[in-house]
């Protein structure tokens, strides 16, 4: 397995493995409904914009997408975590901390004093052991029915 900077190329395969966990995966702790409604949302222009608006990287195994992730600056020394997913059927083998290691090492990351992310309901426990905590010291979900959490980045290990 290896891990790329996003290509335009592999927009269709984000889109589909996005869409699969949703379904798949979130469907078990979120309305199944909303879950479609969201995923239908997630078209390859969609991760297009996404990777435009920051940096987006692929995890790819024989060419094949099997994990993807993005960060972005947030303002005044923040930067947002977003869009984790790995394909079902690779989930617990080490793609998403490596694709967090590659977030994490990004120039967004390292100049930031705090990462900041959305977990779902699903991924909170994954977050946590990778030493994000609940924002705030409280965990409380949000209107959409997810976890603000953060962790202090590179320019605040200083």
């Known amino acids: ?27 078990r702790d979120y309305p199944l409904a909303e879950m479609e409604a969201l995923s239908s949302r997630y078209d390859a222009d969609r991760v297009r914009a996404i990777a435009a608006g920051g940096h987006m990287y692929a995890a790819l195994e024989e060419g094949r997408v099997v994990g993807a992730g993005a960060i972005s600056p947030a303002g005044a020394g923040e930067c947002l975590i ?21 977030l994490e090492a990004d120039e ?14 699903t991924a909170r ?5 990778l030493g994000y ?16 959490m953060e962790k202090r980045a590179g320019a605040g290990r200083e």
């Open 125 to 129: 426990g994954f977050y946590e052991r």
């Open 108 to 121: 967004y990351f390292l100049n930031a004093s705090r990462a900041e992310l959305f977990a779902s309901i």
């Open 1 to 27: 397995m290896e891990i790329r900077r996003f290509s335009g190329e592999y927009a269709e395969q984000v889109s589909a493995l996005v869409k699969r966990n949703l379904l798949e995966v979130n469907a």
């Open 82 to 102: 977003q869009t984790v997913f790995v394909l079902p059927e690779y989930h617990g083998a080490g793609i998403g901390r490596a694709l967090m290691a590659a």
């Open 133 to 148: 905590a609940h924002k705030g010291g409280i965990m409380r979900l949000d209107g959409e029915m997810l976890y603000c």
